[in-house]
Structure formats: structure tokens, C-alpha cells
């Protein structure tokens, strides 16, 4: 069945540090996906997109990959900041589709000083 | 503030009750979703509304489960005859159109007794 899973479910990375957080997808026929931030007792926050007809996407300290030979997807954190430390979530969707997104399972991002 | 606005923030209700989430998306933003999270877990699409199209409803769990958008704009999630597998947080989100960012609330945290 369709799946979005990610390879660590806990990242610990010094203040300043880049991090790398991982996803792999299983359905080829996905062209659209969506990295989110979660912090406790909150709501996703949107970080960045990218289409399947891209395979890099930056915006402000962030960077997007992805590969869809292999169907992984990576999040690249520059400089990371203790405001950084939060659950992060992949998720991916078909344009075809309605729209509705498949969410992995989350990985913790903790940020030491 | 502009974001999309879900109440009650909080809900502790008895097994076999009744209840209802509200869900205020963005203004202008004709497409809106409903997730369910579990504690730990990542989000699993619930129902889809696009502008005055049928909405996908294939992520409803069970026929206790129903939601309406009345006038395009605001959105009530019912559930019946609570259980308490029910218990969990349920999130709102709108985007502009389907297939672009999808913006959430804080969600509603539900608890079954």
C-alpha cells in the first residue's frame, strides 16, 4: 500500500550544525511533496514544497531534495537553531488526487546548544 | 489573526456521546481537509472539501463520522456515538486551491472517557 516513511525517528545535532532529515515514499505515482514542522501542543507549520518536475527547492535556510529514482525525499537545515528543535513531518500527494496528503511517521529534530 | 481557526481547543466528552468540531478556514481559501492524529503518530487524511464539488470522504473511518461546509466556508466535524479509539487530536486544514500548501489550525484535542 502507499506509505511515506522516514529513516530516523529522533535527530540530535549541535546548535550550528546542518541537519538532514531523510523520507522515502512508495508510490511512484506521487508528484507533490510537502515538508511540515509540529511543535508540542501545536498545529503543522508549512516549511517548503516541491513538484516532481524539480528535484531541489530552497527557501530560507532550508533546502528540499528529492530523488525520484530511488523515491526519497531529504530536508537540509542549515545553521541549526534551538527554535529548530520540533517534530518533522513528510508528507506526499498526486495531483490527479484530491489533493489529500500521506504523512510519515515523524522525526524528532533535537537541537543541543 | 488570519490562520485557520479551530474550536474547542479541548474536548473531554463520555464514551457514547456526541460531538462536534468547528473548523474556520483561511478567507478565500476554497479547499479544506480534515486530518486525525494520534498521540505519537503522524496525520491520516479524514475528508476533503473543494469549492461546491463532492467531498472525498474516503478517509472516514466509520459512518459515525460525518462533516458538512456550509456555504464554502465554515466546516463541522461530527462524530456519534463517541468510542474511545476516537481519542485523538483532529486537524483542519485550507489551502488556496487542492494540490498547493496546506495551512493548519491547532487542532482539537479529544478525549473519550
Known amino acids: 500500500g502507499e506509505s511515506v516513511g522516514l529513516h530516523l525517528p529522533t535527530l540530535s545535532v549541535q546548535e550550528g550544525d546542518n541537519s538532514i532529515i531523510n523520507c522515502a515514499y512508495s508510490n511512484s505515482a506521487s508528484d507533490y511533496f510537502i515538508w511540515y514542522k509540529q511543535e508540542s501542543g501545536k498545529g503543522p507549520q508549512f516549511i517548503i514544497d516541491i513538484r516532481s518536475n524539480m528535484d531541489k527547492r530552497q527557501g530560507q535556510r532550508v533546502t528540499v531534495l528529492l530523488n525520484k529514482t530511488v523515491k526519497h525525499l531529504s530536508l537540509q537545515i542549515a545553521a541549526t537553531q534551538p527554535g529548530d528543535s520540533a517534530v518533522y513531518f513528510c508528507a506526499e500527494g498526486r495531483s490527479s488526487n484530491t489533493g489529500k496528503l500521506i504523512f510519515g511517521q515523524g522525526t524528532t529534530l533535537q537541537v543541543k546548544p | 489573526g488570519a490562520g485557520v481557526s479551530q474550536s474547542p481547543s479541548n474536548k473531554v466528552t463520555e464514551k457514547g456521546k456526541d460531538v462536534e468540531l468547528r473548523c474556520d478556514p483561511i478567507?478565500?481559501?476554497?479547499?479544506l481537509y480534515w486530518y486525525r492524529q494520534s498521540l505519537g503518530q503522524g496525520l491520516e487524511f479524514l475528508i476533503y472539501f473543494q469549492g461546491n464539488s463532492a467531498p472525498d470522504k474516503s478517509g472516514l473511518p466509520s459512518d459515525r463520522f460525518s462533516a458538512e461546509r456550509t456555504g464554502g466556508s465554515v466546516s463541522t466535524l461530527t462524530i456519534q456515538r463517541t468510542q474511545q479509539e476516537d481519542s485523538a487530536v483532529y486537524l483542519c486544514a485550507s489551502s488556496l486551491r487542492r494540490n498547493q500548501p496546506q495551512h493548519f489550525g491547532d487542532g482539537t484535542r479529544l478525549s473519550i472517557l
Open positions: 478567507s478565500g481559501h476554497t479547499a
